[in-house]
């Protein structure tokens, strides 16, 4: 199986499609999750490694924009992957400090407390960020110990986050796929109509069937301030009957449905 | 009044301060979301203006999670703007795009659509792109109008967003303030236990009040993946009755609360 992942080389994308895949498999890498889901809604690759949630920073709005509005992709199985940042460099003395947004905001408390008055310089990922404070002088990255040796740089400090339960968690996703063999675990995605109480009623839904709501995320809609989106997961698969009729009901309520598939819980991060 | 805004000079923050201010008052700039946070939350400025939502974007982290987390400040006003944001550029042949990611993620479509080979550098503002990119061969920026004329750059094209209905919410933060006169929307940040049902029992307590839940947001609790704040914005002030009995019960009921303030609704964005 192509497995496609956000490179480049060292990236937590590329270690969570690592623990995804079997020695049969090939990983191929993607500049951007833009890039990358369209890849996998184009059958370039038979499935794509999306991150979609920090438990310090939150959703990733890229991989949940795509997933509602622009493709046609099923979630077959979440990998849940404990993420360590450290600040990466070859210099003595720190004047400007290159990572991705996330983890930027991840290790916020730790920046402010030990470079105070250095620039901070938003990249694409943490590998590109690595790349770019090897090759100049006084400058550092945040991500992964991985990235030192690929790029050659010195780890300054490990474990830099500001609260160590870091994990991500990226969804494999794949064209037309079936429910997981196994799965107990639900995505969907749908809209609520301009009521008073509408997204509490639909809610209710879950309540009469007895079902579990693990999460709730709202996005915005794109067509007004104040017009939403909500992501929802649940316990269960779509092939039990509790679920199924909810689900049926919830899209017969729904302005938008989109089921985002069912798949195993990863229990174990 | 001394008012606190994301500057440099340029920003849609600086519009949203202006439009707010009155002649008498004080406009003061701040290098980023956190420090304009804690400058409010020390009385270094009286009130701040702070970027919470976009239509196409959603919910602005850094902002949400100080009001939740890290200071002690009240919303005692809303402002909306509408947002166009242009590409703007002295160069000929455009190699490298300078923006803030919300900006390039508004524009996405369009950055494919003509500059699909393009590299996208992230800033921390839209007035810092335009500075850089003013200074560059090959360079443009992504941000409003009134740039162009700050930082000596041409105009290439108007209104790229993908969707025209692009309007900002921004806050006004005060350090203990009280009710806004004539407030009719209040905002609050709350966590529930780790029980199957329990966001939808909270939100019950909406229903038995009628109170209208316009918004509902989550962040991360940032203790563990799975752990959440909801942010929920109602109809009504906190010195409506019904609106009061609502707010005790829900704080009763949540294991983290905090009132956000009460505030009039902008409703002509």
Redesign the interface.
């Given at each position: 199986m192509k497995i496609g992942y956000l490179g480049p080389e060292g990236t937590f994308s590329q270690l969570a499609a690592k623990k995804y895949a079997s020695g049969a498999d090939v990983l191929v890498q993607y500049p951007s999750i833009?890039e990358l889901a369209i890849a996998a809604n184009n059958n370039h690759v038979d499935a794509a490694v999306l991150p979609i949630?920090?438990?310090?920073?939150?959703g990733v709005?890229?991989t949940l924009d795509f997933l509602a509005f622009d493709c046609d992709l099923i979630i077959c199985a979440e990998i849940?992957l404990k993420i360590s940042q450290s600040i990466l460099s070859n210099s003595e003395t720190v004047t400007k400090i290159y990572s991705h947004?996330q983890p930027i905001?991840q290790c916020?408390r730790y920046i402010?407390q030990n470079y105070g008055s250095v620039s901070?310089?938003?990249?694409?990922s943490t590998a590109q960020a690595a790349q770019l404070a090897a090759k100049e002088e006084g400058a550092a990255a945040i991500g992964s110990d991985a990235l030192a040796d690929i790029y050659g740089l010195k780890v300054v400090a490990r474990g830099i986050e500001?609260?160590r339960?870091n994990?991500t968690?990226f969804v494999v996703v794949r064209k037309n796929a079936a429910p997981a063999r196994g799965a107990d675990k639900t995505s969907i995605v749908f809209s609520v109509s301009d009521k008073?109480?509408a997204?509490?009623k639909m809610?209710?839904i879950?309540?009469i069937f007895e079902i579990?709501?693990?999460?709730?995320?709202?996005?915005?809609a794109?067509?007004?301030?104040?017009?939403?989106v909500f992501f929802v997961d649940i316990n269960g698969s779509v092939e039990d009957e509790r679920v199924c009729k909810a689900l049926e009901l919830i899209k017969y309520k729904s302005t938008f449905f989109k089921n985002l598939g069912s798949y195993k819980e990863d229990k174990n991060?």
């Open positions: 833009a949630e920090n438990s310090l920073e939150g709005n890229t849940l947004p905001g916020g402010s901070i310089v938003f990249t694409a500001d609260v339960t994990t968690r008073p109480g997204l509490y809610l209710s879950f309540d579990n709501m693990v999460k709730i995320e709202s996005r915005p794109k067509t007004a301030l104040g017009a939403y991060g």
